[in-house]
T-cell receptor, first 112, second 115 residues
Framework: EAQVTQNPRYLITVTGKKLTVTCSQN?????MSWYRQDPGLGLRQIYY???????DKGDVPEGYKVSRKEKRNFPLILESPSPNQTSLYFC???????????FGPGTRLLVL | DQQVKQNSPSLSVQEGRISILNCDYT??????FLWYKKYPAEGPTFLIS?????DKNEDGRFTVFLNKSAKHLSLHIVPSQPGDSAVYFC??????????????FGQGTILTVHP
């Protein structure tokens, strides 16, 4: 089944404890992206990747890192999480930029 | 600075009637626009899109209208069904340049369709 998977789906952590949210797609998509959803703000793009080893900042990249070492995976890294990073995170992928993006189920993160 | 705005947080309509969701944008570099639908506990799913070279795109019950001079787009759902109840996000992207690959979303509108 073609899909975008994210792990974990739910995570509670404490300020400063490094964490990684994984994102994987099995559709051989070139483009991948991370978003966060917050009440009243909608979805905001964190980072995106046009292809392997090519990443770029979205609208809200501060406090996040990404890497794209292989086509299928695009992990989101929070080196030192803070409470303002409490949010619902979505990973998405598409065949290439401009094609329909398919979203993962989301990861709900709470930073205490 | 919200470059894509959905000024109506919620909309309630009767089953069978038309739902009209609106979206405004400020960045004149945007030239491709999309609508996504999101149910609770799921990721957004693509609904319909429109390029700036068109002013209308239709797909079944869903039609998107683009007014470039007003920097405004709208999504029409006719007829509305209870299963359409969801959050609707509009999104916009630029043609190219340094922002190629970026996608900017609005805040979302909660649509409730009553039986």
């Amino acid at each position: 089944e073609a899909q975008v998977t994210q792990n974990p789906r739910y995570l509670i952590t404490v300020t400063g404890k490094k964490l990684t949210v994984t994102c994987s797609q099995n559709m051989n998509h070139e483009y991948m992206s991370w978003y966060r959803q917050d009440p009243g703000l909608g979805l905001r793009q964190i980072y995106y990747s046009m292809n392997v080893e090519v990443t770029d900042k979205g609208d809200v990249p501060e406090g996040y890192k990404v890497s794209r070492k292989e086509k299928r995976n695009f992990p989101l890294i929070l080196e030192s999480p803070s409470p303002n990073q409490t949010s619902l995170y979505f990973c998405a992928s598409s065949l290439s930029w401009g094609e329909t993006q398919y979203f993962g189920p989301g990861t709900r993160l709470l930073v205490l | 600075d919200q470059q894509v705005k959905q000024n109506s947080p919620s909309l309630s309509v009767q089953e069978g009637r038309i739902s009209i969701l609106n979206c405004d944008y400020t960045n004149s570099m945007f030239d491709y626009f999309l609508w996504y639908k999101k149910y609770p506990a799921e990721g957004p799913t693509f609904l319909i899109s429109i390029s700036s070279i068109k002013d209308k795109n239709e797909d079944g019950r869903f039609t998107v209208f683009l007014n470039k001079s007003a920097k405004h787009l709208s999504l029409h759902i006719v007829p509305s069904q209870p299963g359409d109840s969801a959050v609707y996000f509009c999104a916009a992207s630029p043609a190219g340049g340094t922002s190629y690959g970026k996608l900017t979303f609005g805040q979302g509108t909660i649509l409730t369709v009553h039986p």
